[in-house]
Every structure is written in C-alpha cells, then in structure tokens.
C-alpha cells in the first residue's frame, strides 16, 4: 500500500493517473503521418474519462504492461496494480467533483509504435462537506505505445508537482 505524506498529494496522483493526454495544442515530429491525429483521439477519450472520474475508461487507455511512478510511491507497475490504486483513491474521494482541468502538452515525438510527450496540467476537484477544493498543479512525461489495432496506450507515466507559475 502506498503511503502518502498527506490526502492532497493522494489526490494529485490519481488525477494525475487519470489526466494523462488531455489537450490537443502540441507540437508534432513524427515518421507516421497518422501519428498526430491517433494521439489527439487518444487525448480526446482521455480528457473524457478524466471529467468524468471514470476510472474504467481511465483504465482502458492504459498498456497492460503500463508503468506510473508518482512521488513517494513505488511504481505501480501493471494494469492490475494501477487499478488497485485508482480504486483505493477513489474510495477515499466518495462526493468529489472535477470542475475543472485543463493540460498543455508539447513536443510530440514518434518512432515507429511508441511515441513521447510532455505536459503541463491544473485541476480543481470540488470535496464534499466544507473541505477546501483541491487545486493542483503538476507537470508529466508519457510515453504512448501504439496496440495491434493501430489505438495509443499509456505505456509509462511520470509525474511532479509543478508550482502554479509552471503550469497553464
């Protein structure tokens, strides 16, 4: 189980998990020409799931084999232990609300099936009863793998807290 040093940087890490690729503004180098536009329909579901809190849907868009390393946690490594994760934050975040999110993602880079990215993110997450909104700021690398099917996974995730003036 992972030990967090307080509920806030618990939050910031599933909503991390969940926000992956979530605007379209980037910056493309790639050897595939259908590269880009697979990766903004990948952001796309993604922003969707984020909204909307849908761990499931979060789920889907990862790699089995995916990797997440958040700060003061072990990786979490697998589908399997990434769910676990979502689930148990989750459980703690009965009544909570996203209103809002919003990521700035750069520096699009492909070859062959697996692509890079970099991002900038905020999100305020209303908490029920009298608690204070949480508010966030955080900046990420991905990598993407693309599946048999031609679809985008989230293959590896990196995460750190950015100050507000870091992010978009």
């Not at 952001?43 to 700060?71: E, F, Q």
């Not at 909570?96 to 700035?104: E, G, I, L, S, V």
């Not at 750069?106 to 949480?134: K, M, R, Y």
Request: with cysteine; aromatic share 6%.
């Amino acid at each position: 189980m992972h030990r967090y040093a307080n509920w806030r940087s618990t939050v910031a890490s599933l909503l991390l998990l969940a926000a992956g690729l979530v605007s379209t503004p980037c910056s493309a180098q790639t050897s595939h020409a259908d590269a880009p536009s697979g990766i903004l329909r990948f952001n796309r579901k993604l922003a969707d799931a984020t909204r909307h809190m849908d761990n499931a849907a979060t789920l889907a868009l990862w790699a089995d084999d995916g990797v997440s390393l958040l700060p003061d946690a072990s990786p979490l490594l697998g589908k399997p232990a990434i769910a676990a994760f979502m689930n148990r934050v989750t459980a703690s975040l009965k009544g909570a609300t996203m209103a809002k999110f919003a990521m700035q993602c750069s520096g699009i880079e492909v070859s062959g099936d697996l692509a890079s990215e970099w991002c900038a993110e905020h999100q305020i997450v209303t908490l029920p009863g009298n608690q204070p909104p949480f508010d966030g700021h955080g900046q990420m690398l991905l990598v993407l793998r693309r599946d048999t099917h031609g679809d985008w996974r989230l293959l590896r995730e990196m995460w750190v807290q950015a100050a507000i003036t870091d992010s978009h």
